[in-house]
């Protein structure tokens, strides 16, 4: 038997990541606060939960990283880029995309784990700068996205979702470009996908992972974050 350590009302104490169990569950319990999420998140803690289940904090090791400048756009890739298919803009509909990433079917995946609770939590950090999304648009239509929490040049990705072919994808490398730009030194992408792979994603140690997000989030540079249009 695993024994998980249960949060506390004090949002700033988590369990050392070495107690983690093999997969990187960390502990359980407490609440999606702001100052929980953030203190958590500076650690590289992440919740991640079902409906019905305990609130759950993971730390995985190894971590799947990207980092800017090893972002890979393949040649089909870059041909949909140079066709400019989508209108794609940040911080434009974070409510919208956040609830798309809930909705939208996923292979080998029943119902979601962006829980009502979650989108509520997210888009308070949001709302005060913690948090941003991109998008990808068609007409006025929104056809993919991307959300994650941002903390001094670390970006944390949670979630992406396409309803057309490329698009969040596309949405992503914009993204990309646009941390970049900002002085970003990691974005977070928390387990192994082909997809993340893809586009540049490795997995690195975890204790490798900690410092250099130590290094990323201790900073007073902060990427802006107001709405803009990336391409």
């Known amino acids: 038997m695993i024994y998980l350590p249960e949060l506390g009302n004090n949002p700033e104490i988590f ?12 502990a359980w319990g407490g609440d999606l606060s702001c100052a929980r999420l953030y ?22 090791d190894p ?6 400048e090893q972002l890979h756009i393949s040649r089909s890739l870059k041909k949909t880029l140079h066709q400019r298919k989508f209108r794609i803009t940040m911080n434009h509909a974070f409510a ?5 990433c809930a909705e939208i079917p996923r292979q080998g995946q ?3 784990w962006i829980t009502q609770e979650m989108q509520a939590a997210y888009q308070a950090l949001h709302q005060q700068g913690a948090a941003l999304s991109v998008e990808a648009w068609q007409q006025d239509n929104l056809v993919g ?7 001094g040049q670390a970006f944390f990705g949670e979630s992406m979702f396409a309803r057309a072919s490329n698009a969040s994808k596309v949405a992503f490398v914009h993204l990309v470009q646009y941390l970049a730009a900002q002085g970003c030194l990691l974005l977070d992408c928390q387990v192994y996908s082909a997809h ?22 201790n900073t007073r540079d902060r990427i802006a974050c107001e709405p803009l249009e990336l391409n």
Do not use: C, H
Request: no cysteine; hydrophobic share 45%; aromatic share 12%.
């Open 196 to 217: 993340l792979a893809s586009l540049g994603a490795r997995l690195v140690p975890r204790q490798v992972f900690s410092q250099q997000l130590k290094n990323a989030v």
């Open 39 to 60: 203190a958590a998140y500076q650690r590289g803690i992440f919740p991640w939960y079902s409906e019905g289940e305990p609130l759950l904090w993971w730390s995985p």
């Open 110 to 112: 029943a119902g979601t």
């Open 15 to 26: 369990p050392p990541l070495t107690q983690a169990t093999p997969d990187g569950l960390l």
């Open 63 to 68: 971590r799947m990283v990207l980092y800017p």
């Open 96 to 100: 919208q995309v956040i609830s798309a």
């Open 145 to 151: 996205g991307a959300y994650g929490v941002i903390i």
